[in-house]
T-cell receptor, first 112, second 116 residues
């Protein structure tokens, strides 16, 4: 069965600190991988996605993620976070029929 | 960009009554839409896939008779929570995939259901 595991449930950082959120998935076939973000009071938005090709993908707002097939991982990174990055981040995998399976989410709080 | 709306954004109902939640794709057609349930401090749980013109496909453990889904047109799917109970209180979110973008979804803003 497909599953997604996010290692950090709650992360607190100061502005300008670097961020890395872990995501591991379990799926037997070809996967599409996503990071979605939910800002306070807003709906889920796509941050970045990986379908194929370059395993290092760049998304909006300076975020990037690296797909490491051998580790079944798709970690999210940002070199320097801002207060406006305070949000909940969800890793997701899609293996077919457009269905998304989400991880538990990581709540990021950035302090000025 | 593509927009998905939900109505209502918030609803309070009494135990035993039914509540209908609408999900609309505003500027694109969606033959498939998805319904999720989000528990406090937890992830989104896929409930069902809504298929235009045919029956919805429910995930394991989701009661079909309790969560009725109708996909009446290419821009509208509805979720009806029948005979609601307090344990049905939750945040319900719908999504729709834009054409040609496999796996990618546009999400609605969600509906907060409170059953008293």
């Amino acid at each position: 069965a497909q599953s997604v595991s996010q290692h950090n449930h709650h992360v607190i950082l100061s502005e300008a600190a670097s961020l890395e959120l872990g995501c591991n998935y379990s799926y037997g076939g070809t996967v599409n991988l996503f990071w979605y973000v939910q800002y306070p009071g807003q709906h889920l938005q796509l941050l970045l996605k990986y379908f194929s090709g370059d395993p290092l993908v760049k998304g909006i707002k300076g975020f990037e993620a690296e797909f490491i097939k051998s580790k079944f991982s798709f970690n999210l990174r940002k070199p320097s976070v801002q207060w406006s990055d305070t949000a909940e981040y969800f890793c997701a995998v899609s293996g077919g029929y457009n269905k998304l399976i989400f991880g538990a989410g990581t709540r990021l709080a950035v302090h000025p | 960009g593509a927009v998905v709306s939900q109505h209502p954004s918030r609803v309070i109902c009494k135990s035993g009554t039914s509540v209908k939640i609408e999900c609309r794709s505003l500027d694109f057609q969606a033959t498939t839409m998805f319904w999720y349930r989000q528990f406090p401090k937890k992830s989104l749980m896929l409930m069902a896939t809504s298929n235009e013109g045919s029956k919805a496909t429910y995930e394991q453990g989701v009661e079909k008779d309790k969560f009725l889904i109708n996909h009446a047109s290419l821009t509208l799917s509805t979720l009806t929570v029948t005979s609601a109970h307090p344990e049905d209180s939750s945040f319900y979110i719908c999504s729709a995939p834009p054409s040609g973008r496999a796996g990618e979804q546009y999400f609605g803003p969600g509906t907060r259901l409170t059953v008293t």
